[in-house]
């Protein structure tokens, strides 16, 4: 079964541009979580969807925005760049439902954004 | 604030030894432990999850899970240099705004 594949992995912007970062969960799974990685602040949880709505959301500014799509894609987006937003940017999927407790989430690969 | 802890390290344990990577977290209520091994440059990989009080075993990996003193284990077995990595503990509390919660890891060295 396929990993979870994040595009690109790779991206370079400048402040106040935005950014839109895709996600594609493992076959099956309908959970799809973003989280933010720096050195300083470790892996922050960003939000999650669950059938195209979104569940959880953590602290970060409205700049930060995403969307789930039928087939469980998701995308996320940061408007209004800053160089704060340089992170790792990773998303994570599981199978989702109504019992998150055993929910086990798979992260891809990751984003690395860089933001000059 | 729901925070989750651990020692930065580096630890640094010889080959064939036992690892013993600890992790507290603050929430009383938090009802699921996740540990994620991370390799420089790459992404978070589970390893194992605990949801119950006591041990759970998984190869030479074993959790330990102590809901009363909030805090949660993983021991390493016959530590191999493979082993060397970042490793995250994650904790769920169930519903709000929190997702998983991760502490910051701990780095692991395991000397030849």
């Known amino acids: 079964k396929a990993g979870v594949t994040q595009t690109p992995r790779y991206l370079i912007k400048t402040r106040g541009q935005q950014v839109t970062l895709s996600c594609s969960p493992i076959?099956?799974?309908?959970?799809v979580s973003w989280y933010q990685q720096t050195p300083g602040q470790g892996l922050q949880f960003l939000f999650e969807y669950f059938s195209e709505t979104q569940r959880n959301k953590g602290n970060f500014p409205g700049r930060f925005s995403g969307r789930q799509f039928s087939n469980s894609r998701s995308e996320m987006n940061v408007s209004t760049l800053e160089l704060g937003d340089s992170a790792l940017y990773l998303c994570?999927?599981?199978?989702?439902?109504?019992?998150?407790?055993?929910?086990?989430?798979?992260f891809g690969p990751g984003t690395r954004l860089t933001v000059l | 604030q729901k925070e989750v802890e651990q020692n930065s390290g580096p630890l640094s344990v010889p080959e064939g030894a036992i690892a013993s990577l600890n992790c507290t977290y603050s929430d009383r209520g938090s009802q699921s432990f996740f540990w994620y091994r991370q390799y420089s440059g790459k992404s978070p990989e589970l390893i194992m999850f605990?949801?119950?009080?006591g041990d759970k075993e998984d190869g030479r990996f074993t959790a330990q899970l102590n809901k009363a003193s909030q805090y949660v284990s993983l021991l390493i077995r016959d530590s191999q240099p493979s082993d060397s990595a970042t490793y995250l503990c994650a904790v769920y509390s169930g519903g709000g705004a929190d997702g998983l919660t991760f502490g910051k890891g701990t780095h692991l060295i395991i000397q030849p």
């Open positions: 994570a999927s599981s199978l989702g439902g109504v019992s998150l407790i055993t929910d086990t989430q798979y």
């Open positions: 076959s099956g799974h309908r959970s």
């Open positions: 605990i949801y119950s009080n």
